[in-house]
Nanobody, 119 residues
Framework: QVQLVESGGGLVQAGGSLRLSCAAS????????MGWYRQAPGKQRELVAT?????SPNYRDSVKGRFTITRVAKTVHLQMNSLKPEDTAVYYC???????????????WGQGTQVTISS
């Protein structure tokens, strides 16, 4: 099995910064994708930033220039600057992992961490 442990998050004022981290452990043969999604109250979960193969990450338009996703081995980070009230949501890390050779990849999610931006 694969476990994801998130850290970071919290409450900051608009214009502030936060850093999220997510470490994966367990039976990891290879990682197809990793990244961050978020879900605000009453809304669907949405992509924030991901690595999906290759070195260039993908960002949703509303966070471009403010958020930076980085990865080191089995850990993914999200540096969030110039935060806005509309960034308030529960943030989930995501890994797509193969647990062995020829094994179909599965999706794994972190437990979620609350990010609240006050105006």
């Amino acid at each position: 099995q694969v476990q994801l442990v998130e850290s970071g998050g919290g409450l900051v004022q608009a214009g502030g910064s936060l850093r999220l981290s997510c470490a994966a452990s367990g039976s990891i043969f290879s990682i197809n994708a990793m990244g961050w999604y978020r879900q605000a109250p009453g809304k669907q979960r949405e992509l924030v930033a991901t690595f999906t193969g290759g070195d260039s990450p993908n960002y949703r338009d509303s966070v471009k220039g403010r958020f930076t996703i980085t990865r080191v081995a089995k850990t993914v980070h999200l540096q969030m600057n110039s935060l806005k009230p509309e960034d308030t949501a529960v943030y989930y890390c995501y890994f797509q992992v193969r647990t062995g050779w020829g094994v179909r990849p599965n999706d794994y999610w972190g437990q979620g961490t609350q990010v609240t931006i006050s105006s």
